[in-house]
């Protein structure tokens, strides 16, 4: 049974939408607090510089799909633009530093939910959701004492690699982002197979075919938050964290040992270090002879009253 108030915001609408000097309804009210309406697709969008134009059938839907997907799953597009305030800082300059397009970071949105402890029913881990064999290939170590798939830094420069390394088989970016997902042997021998030069025309599976999209739409919400409704003020989006690197050259018997001398819980000591994945830590000439621990500045981990949050992209920002 309806409320009164919803009840006569019902009613309200009815008249205001259905008087008309012919006394018919021109347009029947809906009894609900909200409606929603589509998100238009534009014509033509960007990604790392390469212009899509998005005319053909499959090109407008796929990407209507996405932007509409992105736009209406409120809690987690919302959640996404909070902690890039926090993982873009430390994205961004790796990947200019490797001479791989800034737009990369949004591969890193979808692959994880910028969840830097993110694990896929495949076992892929970490940011930028790697498999073991591929992380070890690209230079992360994984070991039962030490994964560097979840650190931050050292993930993003071996997603770099693998960028870069791809970027010149294909010689273009979206071929790259979509061998990302699907494996760079899957894409190579199905352009083979289905006698095309354009990847965004083959034939895969929904996961992949979907990939490229997902990027596109979120960088465009990214890009404009305000214009598909989500209002953030700056006190909303996760601070940034500032750290000190301590260089660990001898082995760490006890870890909740180390945090505690540092002036941190076992747990912080995890959160911000989580590649730290036993209670000790082993360093020896057949691992490697040293590693860079993250101690996060005391100020840093708390939101004070009155305090101001460092922005990083101001259009996150709703204007009035």
Known sequence: MYSIPVLGLCLLAFVLLSNDSGGEAQF??????????????????????????????????????EIN???????TTLLLIKKANRYFPVIEPILKANGVPEDFKYLAVIESNLDHRAVSAAGAAGLWQFLAKTASHYGLEVSPE??????????????CRYLKEAYAKYGNWVSVALSYNAGQGRISGELEKQQTDDSLDLWLVAETTRYYYRMLAIKQIFEDPGKYGFVLTEKDLYKPIEFTKAEVTRSIPDLAAFAKANGLTYAQLKDFNSWLRDRKLTVSA??????????????????????????????????D
Not at 308 to 315: M, S
Request: charge should be positive; charged fraction near 30%; hydrophobic fraction near 30%.
């Open 28 to 65: 029947k009210a809906p009894c609900v607090l909200s409606m929603v309406k589509s998100v238009e697709a534009p014509h033509k969008v960007e990604f790392a510089g390469e212009e899509l134009v998005l005319d053909r059938y499959d090109l407008h839907e796929r990407y209507d799909r």
């Open 69 to 75: 997907g992105f736009t209406y799953s409120h809690s």
């Open 146 to 159: 030490v994964d560097e798939r979840y650190s931050v830094e050292r993930s993003t420069a071996a997603a």
């Open 286 to 319: 057949k691992s490697r002879s040293s590693y860079t621990i993250l101690i996060p500045a005391q100020e840093s981990l708390y939101y004070k009253k009155g305090g101001k949050t460092q922005v990083h992209d101001r259009a996150w920002i709703y204007k």
